[in-house]
T-cell receptor, first 114, second 112 residues
Framework: QKEVEQNSGPLSVPEGAIASLNCTYS??????FFWYRQYSGKSPELIMF????GDKEDGRFTAQLNKASQYVSLLIRDSQPSDSATYLC??????????????FGTGTKLQVIP | NAGVTQTPKFRILKIGQSMTLQCTQD?????MYWYRQDPGMGLKLIYY???????DKGEVPNGYNVSRSTTEDFPLRLELAAPSQTSVYFC???????????FGPGTRLTVL
């Protein structure tokens, strides 16, 4: 069983629409959750992290966490062509702020169509 | 700050050759990591370090070795390169108590 699962996509959305990216994880001891964006040929960069159940908003991005369902999602509002990238979900079983033992999903490729 | 730097950017090795991938960070971060990323796959942890002189194996350590003699440097050694080691290698660092992994630009390695 994969520890962190994501649909590989591609997920295609029109410009201006909401993109919804989903991730499930298997370790109930997971403490913190991250979304990284990776452009083709580039390194990952952090866009959101979340610890607690519920929603966390930062600009056009909202991360949602449901620990009971072992589910974390990322919503991108008003999607722009520049959002086209692969989005990696990452799950940390270490304590928040301590050593990170992180497992990455395989990523969802997002395509925003102008 | 330069952040996390990696050298070389690209390398082609022949089977059986050895090489060292260099990683340096200038942010005084405690934690450093080496990952590999195969096409269409996520990042797999090779080795990590929680401080100078302390290293430990990750998920896929076979065929690799590391050292951490200083806070800044975390080189990854490949001994007896094999085609299965063809991948993109990323080094990352995290400050103590931090959340964000800062990644280097990556080294694209091909073993023929």
């Amino acid at each position: 069983q994969k520890e962190v699962e994501q649909n590989s996509g591609p997920l295609s959305v029109p410009e201006g629409a909401i993109a919804s990216l989903n991730c499930t994880y298997s370790d109930r001891g997971s403490q913190s959750f991250f979304w990284y964006r990776q452009y083709s040929g580039k390194s990952p960069e952090l866009i959101m992290f979340i610890y607690s159940n519920g929603d966390k908003e930062d600009g056009r991005f909202t991360a949602q966490l449901n620990k009971a369902s072992q589910y974390v999602s990322l919503l991108i509002r008003d999607s722009q062509p520049s959002d086209s990238a692969t989005y990696l979900c990452a799950v940390n079983i270490g304590q928040p702020g301590g050593y990170q033992k992180v497992t990455f999903g395989t990523g969802t490729k997002l395509q925003v169509i102008p | 700050n330069a952040g996390v730097t990696q050298t070389p950017k690209f390398r082609i090795l022949k089977i059986g050759q050895s090489m060292t991938l260099q990683c340096t960070q200038d942010m005084n971060h405690n934690y450093m990591y080496w990952y590999r990323q195969d096409p269409g796959m996520g990042l797999k942890l090779i080795y990590y370090s929680v401080g100078a002189g302390i290293t430990d194996k990750g998920e896929v350590p076979n065929g690799y070795n590391v050292s951490r003699s200083t806070t800044e440097d975390f080189p990854l050694r490949l001994e007896l390169a094999a085609p299965s080691q063809t991948s993109v290698y990323f080094c990352a660092s995290v400050r103590g108590g931090g959340n964000e992994q800062f990644f280097g630009p990556g080294t694209r390695l091909t073993v023929l």
